[in-house]
């Protein structure tokens, strides 16, 4: 009869622990080299400790009935330490998370019982060839139903937060704003052009799924619209998309504020995303890009003439300022209320909203060349402000004078980089996110620009 084998078992006590040591020293070779990941952070010292653990219970010259439970149970933990390494490392964010952990998982598991199959008793070695080609085909399997079988549709460009941590999120190639909750996952969808047309107070959040007007409300489905995000916004031809996203806004009882430019209405949604006010635009107004913000209950509406307005929750003009030149990348309101940013082609402004006072502050001269390589702010609670980069594809950081701290990002496909930037928020805890367009993604980041989190819609065909 066969009997659980000890690794090592029937060998010479040197040849037994020189087995026993390499595994050891491939699992200290992974926590060093490759230490697992947690929120894209390594943990190297976790990953050391464990299999010092893993060691100790190795090799400790325990009594005899410990010696064999105490011998399974280290390397147990030092092959989980070394399965952690292998599934935890941080993946590119153009890749599905399944489809990274089954490759890691794969080597994992045929090393694994390419060690353990010597241990076994030569008649056991045998017959158990198969231990070796199961995993692999196992493996291989996995590897093949993990792969996407074809890009994403969402490109997410606009973002805000509301008080719970839930995410809404436009589509650069479709009329919806998408919904998530806190842990990622896509809790609704939210159509601005149909309640727009629709008699008050609108249709709410509809469950994820394809654009095919499932809210009943006989608003036939447009043709689907083509092309890239730009930074001056024109209405498509008739008969394209039937709505054109210039910003989003939250204010502090999260209602959402979504200007419909092209049928000159305001829409403010309530936290169950039904329509609740609609008011109209100022006659001929043309926004910016980023072209709406809010602090407390005031609303900033910015047009691309430079043009700023305060308007209460109701939609009246209280105040209305200007600014030299055009905007390109709209405004950002203070989270206190003290003062607005506007961005222009390459210059920001800073408006402080007691005095009326105006100042302002270059940018640097773009790393390539685009029109508008700037089309994006966010003031920050701490009175940082952050501008996106398109040439550099990286969010630039100043002090609240333009004084330079430094940037987040750069090229690349690893979590921390970018394709193209898009949208900036910030929550309530003071975490960032940037929306990734050509990556299709939207990356969290922590006060000090780590990266800790993705959100990624399923590929729902929003868009065919």
Known sequence: MFKLAVPGHGQAPMLRLGWLGLLVAGALACAVVFPPSVDFQRERLAAVVLVAIGAAATFAPLPRPWTTPARVTGVALLWATIAWCAVSQPAPITAPRSLVWSLGALP??????????????????????????????????????????????????????DSHGSLYITDAEAPVIRVFAPDGTLRAKLRPGLASQAPMPGPGFSPPGPYNDPDGLGVPRAAPRSGTVTALLRPWPPGADDFWYCGMALDARDRL??????????????????????????????????????????????????????????????????????????????????????????????????????????????????????????ALADGRILVTNLGARRVDLYGADGHPLGHWGGPGEWPGTFGQVGGLAQDSAGRIYVSDVDHRVVQRFGPTGVPDALYRSPDDDEID
């Open 108 to 161: 994992v598991a045929v090393a694994a019982v390419v060690w353990i199959w010597p241990t076994l008793p030569r008649s056991w070695q045998r017959r158990t060839l198969a231990a070796l080609t199961v995993p692999t085909l196992v493996g291989l399997g996995l590897v093949a139903w993990a792969s996407p079988p074809r890009p994403l549709d969402f490109e997410p460009y606009l973002v805000v937060v």
């Open 257 to 378: 504020y979504v200007p419909d430019w092209m049928r000159g209405r305001m829409l403010r949604f309530s936290p169950d995303g039904r329509l609740d006010a609609r008011w109209p635009l100022p006659p001929g107004y043309h926004p910016s890009l980023g072209c709406v913000a809010t602090a407390g209950n005031r609303v900033y509406l910015s047009a691309e003439d430079g043009t700023i307005r305060q308007l209460d929750a109701a939609g009246h003009v209280l105040r209305q300022w200007s600014v030299p030149e055009h905007l390109a990348g709209g405004i950002a309101a203070t989270p206190d209320g003290t003062a607005v940013y506007a961005l222009a082609n390459a210059r920001v402004y800073r408006l402080d909203l007691s005095t009326g006072a105006l100042t302002s502050w270059a940018l640097p001269a773009p790393t390539a060349a685009l029109g508008n390589p700037y089309q994006a702010i966010l």
